[in-house]
């Protein structure tokens, strides 16, 4: 064993999702999202020690009342069986007729600066291209620590690409051997039906709940 694989083993990682992102670009490149989200973590770790994975998504608000749909409820309880996992909901109401999220980028950004402050890993791998992230990458940085992301060429904006230290580039082919067998699918895959109709250029204009 050489220097360079010992450090890469021993390197603590932190993986924070944004699962909505992940929805809409992996329908657009690959035409499905039943992923086996423990075996697409340790294949970004690539040997190294995952200290936690944090997956963002967003919830309902229907008339002013909180609610989780039941799809979305099973969904969720199979992510929390994952080892070392923390799901964080933001959540998504109607704006001048348009749907918006509330609140993810926010977690995100606070716990990836929060974590690196308290020392609690060495590289970030933040599964999202979206350059509202950049200034909290710059701000890690200054922590000493190396930010890489994950992210589609053709959903990262040239901001992130050039502050992130490494640029994770995946493809549909990165995600073979990744996919739910089609006999686990349905408990593992319930996404509601309004999510599974929209289309990525609607993910701008109108975010709708996507687990």
Same mark, same amino acid.
């Given at each position: 064993?050489?220097?360079? %694989?010992?450090?890469?083993?021993?390197?603590?990682?932190?993986?924070?999702?944004?699962? =909505?992102?992940?929805?809409?670009?992996?329908?657009?490149?690959?035409?499905?999202?039943?992923?086996?989200? =423990?075996?697409? !973590?340790?294949?970004?770790?690539?040997? /190294?020690?995952?200290?936690?994975?944090?997956?963002?998504?967003?919830?309902?608000?229907?008339?002013?009342?909180? *609610?989780?749909?039941?799809?979305?409820?099973?969904?969720? !309880?199979?992510?929390?069986?994952?080892?070392?996992?923390?799901?964080?909901?933001?959540?998504?109401?109607?704006?001048?007729? &348009?749907?918006?999220?509330?609140?993810?980028?926010?977690?995100l950004a606070t716990?990836?600066?929060?974590? !690196?402050?308290?020392?609690?890993?060495? *590289?970030?791998?933040?599964? &999202?291209?979206?350059?509202?992230?950049?200034?909290?990458?710059? =701000?890690?940085?200054?922590?000493?620590? /190396?930010?890489?992301?994950?992210?589609?060429? &053709?959903?990262?904006?040239?901001? *992130?690409?050039? !502050?992130?230290?490494?640029?994770?580039?995946?493809?549909? %082919?990165?995600?073979n051997n990744l996919?739910?067998?089609?006999?686990?699918?349905?408990?593992?895959?319930?996404?509601?039906?309004?999510?599974?109709?929209? %289309?990525?250029?609607?993910? +701008? +204009?109108?975010? +709708?709940? %996507?687990?």
């Open positions: 064993m050489n220097f360079f %694989s010992l450090f890469k083993k021993q390197d603590r990682v932190m993986i924070f999702i944004d699962g =909505s992102n992940l929805y809409h670009v992996l329908m657009r490149n690959c035409g499905r999202y039943d992923l086996y989200f =423990s075996k697409f !973590a340790t294949k970004l770790a690539n040997k /190294r020690k995952i200290e936690r994975i944090f997956y963002y998504n967003v919830r309902q608000e229907l008339e002013g009342k909180i *609610t989780i749909p039941e799809q979305q409820k099973k969904f969720l !309880a199979t992510l929390n069986k994952i080892p070392n996992i923390e799901v964080k909901l933001g959540i998504w109401k109607e704006q001048n007729g &348009s749907i918006v999220e509330k609140g993810v980028d926010v977690l716990d990836l600066v929060l974590n !690196a402050a308290k020392d609690k890993y060495d *590289t970030a791998i933040i599964v &999202s291209g979206d350059g509202d992230f950049f200034p909290a990458i710059e =701000s890690v940085q200054v922590e000493g620590k /190396r930010v890489e992301v994950a992210a589609f060429q &053709s959903n990262i904006s040239k901001e *992130t690409n050039k !502050a992130c230290d490494k640029l994770i580039k995946l493809h549909k %082919s990165y995600f996919w739910i067998p089609k006999r686990n699918r349905k408990r593992y895959n319930n996404v509601p039906n309004s999510d599974k109709i929209s %289309s990525y250029k609607s993910q +701008k +204009k109108r975010r +709708k709940i %996507s687990i």
